[in-house]
Protein backbone atom coordinates (compact mmCIF):
# COMPACT_ATOMS: atom_id res chain seq x y z
CA UNK A 1 0.00 0.00 0.00
CA UNK A 2 1.43 3.44 -1.06
CA UNK A 3 0.95 6.39 1.85
CA UNK A 4 0.15 9.77 0.29
CA UNK A 5 1.55 13.08 2.58
CA UNK A 6 0.74 16.49 1.82
CA UNK A 7 1.80 19.18 2.72
CA UNK A 8 2.95 23.32 1.95
CA UNK A 9 -0.41 24.34 3.03
CA UNK A 10 -1.32 27.56 5.20
CA UNK A 11 -2.52 31.26 5.03
CA UNK A 12 -1.66 33.06 2.47
CA UNK A 13 -3.19 36.39 1.27
CA UNK A 14 -5.14 37.35 -1.97
CA UNK A 15 -2.62 37.60 -4.96
CA UNK A 16 0.08 35.37 -3.25
CA UNK A 17 1.32 31.71 -4.24
CA UNK A 18 1.88 28.62 -2.51
CA UNK A 19 3.33 24.89 -3.29
CA UNK A 20 1.55 21.78 -2.30
CA UNK A 21 3.24 18.75 -2.06
CA UNK A 22 2.72 15.40 -1.83
CA UNK A 23 4.94 12.44 -1.25
CA UNK A 24 4.55 9.25 -1.33
CA UNK A 25 6.02 6.14 0.02
CA UNK A 26 6.61 4.45 -2.88
CA UNK A 27 6.39 4.65 -6.68
CA UNK A 28 3.61 6.42 -8.23
CA UNK A 29 4.71 6.85 -11.43
CA UNK A 30 2.41 3.78 -13.03
CA UNK A 31 -0.23 5.67 -11.77
CA UNK A 32 -3.92 5.88 -13.93
CA UNK A 33 -4.05 9.32 -12.68
CA UNK A 34 -2.48 11.56 -10.17
CA UNK A 35 -4.52 14.77 -8.60
CA UNK A 36 -5.80 17.64 -6.38
CA UNK A 37 -8.81 18.05 -4.76
CA UNK A 38 -10.33 20.27 -2.97
CA UNK A 39 -13.13 20.11 -0.27
CA UNK A 40 -14.31 23.98 0.76
CA UNK A 41 -15.51 24.19 4.29
CA UNK A 42 -19.24 22.93 4.12
CA UNK A 43 -19.34 21.53 0.50
CA UNK A 44 -18.25 18.43 -1.45
CA UNK A 45 -14.54 17.54 -2.45
CA UNK A 46 -14.20 18.82 -5.90
CA UNK A 47 -11.63 17.49 -8.65
CA UNK A 48 -9.09 20.52 -9.10
CA UNK A 49 -5.85 19.34 -11.67
CA UNK A 50 -5.29 15.64 -12.43
CA UNK A 51 -2.38 14.72 -14.59
CA UNK A 52 -2.66 11.14 -16.51
CA UNK A 53 0.16 8.66 -16.93
CA UNK A 54 1.25 10.04 -20.51
CA UNK A 55 1.35 13.53 -18.88
CA UNK A 56 -1.82 15.46 -20.34
CA UNK A 57 -3.48 17.60 -17.63
CA UNK A 58 -6.99 18.51 -16.72
CA UNK A 59 -8.16 21.53 -14.59
CA UNK A 60 -11.25 22.46 -13.39
CA UNK A 61 -11.90 25.70 -14.90
CA UNK A 62 -11.57 28.75 -11.93
CA UNK A 63 -7.70 27.47 -11.59
CA UNK A 64 -7.09 27.33 -15.44
CA UNK A 65 -4.06 29.65 -15.94
CA UNK A 66 -3.21 30.07 -11.72
CA UNK A 67 -2.55 26.69 -10.76
CA UNK A 68 0.22 24.20 -12.30
CA UNK A 69 0.14 20.44 -11.47
CA UNK A 70 3.18 18.34 -12.16
CA UNK A 71 4.72 14.77 -10.92
CA UNK A 72 8.24 13.92 -10.25
CA UNK A 73 8.52 10.42 -10.61
CA UNK A 74 12.16 10.14 -9.36
CA UNK A 75 10.77 11.73 -6.10
CA UNK A 76 7.80 9.70 -5.95
CA UNK A 77 6.32 13.11 -5.50
CA UNK A 78 3.05 15.50 -6.95
CA UNK A 79 3.37 19.39 -6.74
CA UNK A 80 0.57 21.85 -7.11
CA UNK A 81 1.62 25.47 -7.29
CA UNK A 82 -1.30 27.57 -7.05
CA UNK A 83 -0.53 31.45 -8.12
CA UNK A 84 -2.49 34.44 -7.81
CA UNK A 85 -4.32 32.35 -4.61
CA UNK A 86 -7.89 33.90 -4.29
CA UNK A 87 -10.45 33.58 -0.82
CA UNK A 88 -12.70 31.01 -3.14
CA UNK A 89 -9.95 29.09 -3.08
CA UNK A 90 -9.69 28.40 0.30
CA UNK A 91 -10.59 24.59 1.32
CA UNK A 92 -8.58 21.51 2.38
CA UNK A 93 -6.47 20.23 -0.39
CA UNK A 94 -5.96 16.29 -0.91
CA UNK A 95 -3.72 14.13 -3.31
CA UNK A 96 -4.75 11.07 -4.84
CA UNK A 97 -3.47 8.28 -6.95
CA UNK A 98 -5.28 5.46 -8.73
CA UNK A 99 -3.13 2.63 -8.59
CA UNK A 100 -4.41 -0.72 -9.61
CA UNK A 101 -8.08 -0.83 -8.49
CA UNK A 102 -7.26 1.50 -5.46
CA UNK A 103 -7.27 5.13 -4.87
CA UNK A 104 -5.49 5.99 -2.62
CA UNK A 105 -5.98 9.88 -0.50
CA UNK A 106 -3.71 11.61 1.20
CA UNK A 107 -4.98 13.08 4.99
CA UNK A 108 -4.71 16.76 3.37
CA UNK A 109 -3.35 20.10 4.37
CA UNK A 110 -5.39 23.33 4.90
CA UNK A 111 -5.03 26.42 2.32
CA UNK A 112 -6.40 29.41 3.80
CA UNK A 113 -6.46 32.85 1.10
CA UNK A 114 -6.87 35.42 3.10
CA UNK A 115 -8.61 38.71 1.62
Known amino acids: QVRLMESGGGLVQAGGSLRLSCAAS????????QGWYRRPLGKVREPVAV???????RYEDSVKGRFTITSDAAQNTLYLQMNNLQPEDTAVYYC?????????WGPGTQVTVSS
Open 26 to 33: GSISGART
Open 51 to 57: ITKDGST
Open 96 to 104: AAALGPITE
